[in-house]
């Protein structure tokens, strides 16, 4: 699934190529996939592209209507305009002739370039909303703060993981209501930042290590977003660059690798059912 960095770089993407162009037709090939109607869409421009956690919210002129995206576990957005780029989950299918049989819903664009919704397993939705019902929605409401922002303090960090005092560090920190947008590859990485075992329960924390889980948090997001992204394989960000910030991951997916500061060999375990990567030495 991708994580904040990877919806980052779509969104940053999105936001050079569809601003300001009208959206002259929506598709729909799988009605589960799009939730609400089309003709509440067409004709109208795109003003803005956001963020949220996971989620891009697309917002349309005159009438405050927002689409809001969310990828799951292996949606992807490929635009069409003479070039290509790609975000989300990877597959094979993904650099091939578009539409395909995973494709979902297309969108076409007054400049006559195309934005495909492809999702091979159909967790991912795209709905239309709209200004007032994004303020007061429940998937918004449970969201922990954004990492990059002023209100995600230290303190509210450890408010919000001592809810989970028996729960380890590295599993507590994946709740999106502890913090938006962090999973499997950013916790691990900001552990191995706060020299943290990821295994340590929250509740034998203390201030100086909630204090180093939230100042790695915060680095690894900015970097993964520096390095437009983690996704493994074919991922390609919306300038048709590979993410590569899995070149400069300390642990993730680096198991029987020597550490990059130590020269440890990094283990690999399964924590709340999720590979766990760490350094026995620098996170003991
Ligand atoms: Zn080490």
Redesign the pocket.
Known sequence: MPELPEVETIKLGLQKKILGLRITKVQVNSPKSFIGNPNQVEGKKVVDIWRKAKMLGVELSEDQTILLFHLKMSGQLIYEDGGRFIGGHPTEDMLGKMPNSHTRVIFSFSDGSHLYFNDQRKFGWIRVSNKAQVTSNKLFEKLGPEPLEKSFTWQILKQNLLKHKSMPIKVAIMDQSVVSGVGNIYSNEACFDAKLDPRTKVGDLGDGEFKAIHKGVIKVIKNGIKHGGSTRAHFVDPEGHKGYFLDYAKVYWRDKHP??????EIKKITLGGRGTYF?P???S
């Open positions: 550490c990059k500061v130590c020269k440890t350094c030495r620098c996170q």
